[in-house]
């Protein structure tokens, strides 16, 4: 099982011809809702890679619907708390220029409580991974008492608090981070400098560091290997980073190397930047495994 403790969000999308003004109120042409947030985006991800997912969050229990759409692909939602803050959300306007511009409310994405995860996490054994994003409350607990549970523990620490995840890497087994994460985390200025400076630094850490078109590098101590992206037009990177975390570690838990694991996220993730969205863009398992074999 992959454990995914995360954020669920409703995204609110509002297409208008400029960013609303001070003072102004404006009609949009028009509205959408979407499953969104980090967490759910990878639960969604794992679920159509064909990983056993367990999601492990909290939405306002009037959002039924939610939990729904989060089976429909597959999700397993038991553990998804039901309770009286708002449901995480974020209001997005768009304009005709494809600019946005967002408000985010974390609302019951913050409030998971100690008991409550610790309780899962009870659950978990050392087959298992448990997975983790940075829009949640109670991150560095978590990773902590996941470690001690014997699982083994994937971060993506996006957004990035370079302090938090420096203190919590002694828990981590697989640090997944994008080009930009990598070099905050770093405090270095190039991709080679962190690709150099982290395994220094961190001589356990085994890293992930996702360089859009260019592929995935992957680093330790002992190790330094690149796997290069599909050669794609891309529509929209959305969600990218989400499906080649799904991806990855589902081959993972299905006992692939690190190598082929990131090969298949790599087409994964090529797949969903040439489609629309988020969730809706990630591919199944069967149009990865048609894609590879092209
Ligand atoms: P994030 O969205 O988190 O910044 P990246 O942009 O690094 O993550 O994308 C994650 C993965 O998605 C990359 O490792 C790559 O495999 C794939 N990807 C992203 N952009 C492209 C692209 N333009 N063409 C092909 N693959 C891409």
Not at 28 to 52: C, E, F, H, M, R
């Amino acid at each position: 099982t992959v454990f995914n403790i995360g954020s669920i969000n409703i995204d609110h999308l509002y297409e208008v011809d400029h960013f609303v003004r001070p003072g102004e109120t404006m009609s949009s042409t028009s509205y959408q809702q979407v499953l969104g947030g980090k967490g759910a985006n990878q639960s969604v991800a794992l679920a159509k890679a064909q990983a056993n997912v367990k999601h492990v969050g909290a939405i306002h229990q009037g959002d039924q619907h939610i939990l729904q759409q989060l089976k429909d692909f597959g999700v397993n939602t038991d553990e998804i708390a039901q309770v009286q803050e708002a449901s995480g959300h974020a209001i997005i306007q768009l304009t005709p220029a494809a600019e946005n511009c967002i408000i985010l409310y974390a609302g019951a994405n913050h409030t998971l409580t100690e008991s409550g995860v610790r309780k899962v996490l009870e659950g978990a054994t050392d087959d298992d991974w448990v997975l983790l994003q940075n829009e949640t409350n109670l991150v560095a607990e978590t990773l902590e008492w996941a470690k001690a549970s014997g699982a083994k523990v994937a971060f993506n620490p996006a957004p990035m608090d370079a302090d938090l995840t420096r203190k919590v890497l002694p828990f981590i087994d697989l640090l997944i981070v994008n080009e930009v994460e990598a070099m905050d985390l770093a405090k270095a200025d190039t991709i080679e400098d962190a690709a150099r400076i982290l395994p220094e630094q961190y001589p356990d850490l085994a890293v992930m560091m996702t360089l859009g078109k260019d592929g995935v590098r992957y680093f330790s101590k002992a190790e330094d290997l690149q796997v290069p992206a599909f050669n794609v037009e891309a529509k929209d990177t959305t969600a990218a980073g989400d499906t080649f975390i799904g991806f990855c570690l589902a081959e993972l838990q299905r006992g692939s190397n690190y190598e082929t694991a990131m090969r298949t996220a790599c087409a994964a993730s090529a797949i969903a930047v040439t489609r629309m969205g988020a969730a809706p863009s990630i591919p199944t398992l069967e149009e990865v495994t048609d894609f590879l074999a092209k």
